[in-house]
């Protein structure tokens, strides 16, 4: 599967942004899929990811009530929906796809990555 993310950009602490990532091909529902972020000179992190039905939803603790990962299987699509951004979100997000089933979200778990996104969070 080949993914393509999109929506990155600047926006002041406290703005929104909402981040999208198509997939190729015809098995999207077969994929559970995640946003991570890498910061400048950090490592790559998980951020938010989504069971292959939608139903079920897990956070990082430093996003929780802020961000919300939805997906459209009919559309090939999976979003990240930020809200009350800080500076401190600014990174590259990036979308990542795993057919495999499991509860891991670590960066080595995932198979395939879209190019990122960048997200810049002004104070």
């Known amino acids: 599967v080949q993914l393509q993310a999109s929506g990155g950009g600047s926006v002041q602490a406290g703005g929104s942004l909402r981040l999208s990532c198509v997939a190729s091909?015809?098995?999207?529902?077969?994929?559970?899929m995640g946003w991570f972020h890498q910061a400048p000179g950090k490592e790559r992190e998980f951020v938010a990811g989504?069971?292959?039905?939608?139903?079920?939803?897990t956070y990082a603790d430093s996003v929780k009530g802020r961000f919300t990962i939805s997906r459209d299987n009919a559309k090939n699509t999976v979003y990240l929906q930020m809200n009350s951004l800080k500076p401190e979100d600014t990174a590259v997000y990036y979308c990542?796809?795993?057919?495999?089933?499991?509860?891991?979200?670590?960066?080595?778990?995932?198979?395939?990555w879209g190019k990122g996104t960048l997200v810049t969070v002004s104070s």
């Open positions: 989504i069971s292959r039905s939608g139903a079920l939803t």
């Open positions: 990542a796809a795993d057919p495999k089933y499991g509860s891991n979200w670590t960066v080595y778990v995932m198979d395939y």
């Open positions: 091909g015809r098995t999207f529902s077969s994929y559970r």
